[in-house]
């Protein structure tokens, strides 16, 4: 049951709903409707609450005097640009926690990143607490020790456990470089595209992080022991186990600052004319 809601009164019969409908199940008459038997076809995407210019449509429960307005100031695109050419990897932090409702604000936000057939099912796991971080930052470590005591760790991975001895004879934390938080995103893995999935979320909560002066890491260390070495440490902190697990991301207040950008090493493009193909 989509809900699919069409206050009369306000109804211009533009069809511009109809227009814009993915699914194309809309039809106008002379006001816009969805055949009950067509309604399964729903990507519930909310385009057609979007793009009525009248606020008459409601979907999913959901209703237009609840949205926010397009008409809002955006940021300019060379403020968009300068936060993509100032991002930085982070590899020092401050010991101390962020404002939880900071965080909240920002995974809010992510939650509007697109997905593969609007399926709109990242999973985010996060430790927001610099304490617990120890003790997950423990059991990862712990199950490195194990895998590379029992010779159960692939070629690609035998490098973990040099950094794991690292950490156990001079505390050195390579993984986690002694940030306060975590965030990890997953999906279904019934879905069409659940790893691209994660991994746009992601990018969508490290800019937003990056623009409110928070540093971020990428954890791809992190990302092998929960897939490749220890799956059960996925279920330890509640991720579901039919859930691919996408990437994990470290961050909190940096502990450095870039007077400048790096310089890129330059665009790699194939334009393609397929009048010559």
């Known amino acids: 049951m989509i809900d699919f809601k069409v206050d009369i009164n306000k109804c211009i019969s533009c069809g511009l709903c109809a227009g814009d ?13 969805i055949q009950k038997s067509r309604e399964k076809l729903c990507l519930k995407c909310q385009h057609c609450l979007a793009i009525c210019p009248a606020a008459a449509i409601s979907i999913l429960g959901i209703k237009p005097e609840n949205s926010l307005s397009t008409s809002v100031e955006l940021p300019s695109y060379e403020c968009i640009t300068n936060l993509i050419k100032t991002r930085r990897s ?48 423990d059991k990862v470590y712990a199950a490195i020790k194990k895998a590379g005591k029992d010779k159960t760790l692939l070629p690609q991975f035998q490098f973990l456990y040099a950094i794991q001895k690292v950490w156990e ?20 893995k019934k879905n069409s595209s659940p790893l691209p999935d994660c991994l746009i979320a992601l990018s969508y909560f490290e800019l937003l992080a990056n623009s409110r002066d928070i540093g ?15 799956p059960s440490i996925s279920k330890l902190i509640g991720i579901p186990k039919d859930y691919t697990v996408g990437y994990g991301l470290i961050f909190g207040k940096s502990a450095v600052k870039y ?16 009048s010559k193909v």
């Open 259 to 274: 007077p400048r950008t790096i310089q890129s090493d330059g665009l790699s493009l194939n334009r393609v004319d397929m």
């Open 169 to 188: 004879a001079k505390g050195v934390d390579v993984i986690f470089r002694n940030a306060p938080h975590l965030l990890i995103a997953s999906a279904p």
């Open 21 to 33: 409908c993915p699914a194309q199940i809309i039809k106008m008459n002379p006001t816009p409707s």
């Open 216 to 230: 971020t890491l990428w954890n791809g260390m992190l990302t092998w022991v929960l897939n490749d070495i220890d």
């Open 90 to 137: 982070v590899r020092k932090y401050i010991d101390e926690d962020l404002d939880q409702n900071l965080i909240q604000e920002l995974l809010e936000t992510t939650a509007y990143a697109p997905t593969g057939h609007n399926y709109n099912s990242v999973h985010f796991t996060l430790i927001d607490k610099k304490e617990d971080l120890k003790l997950f930052r």
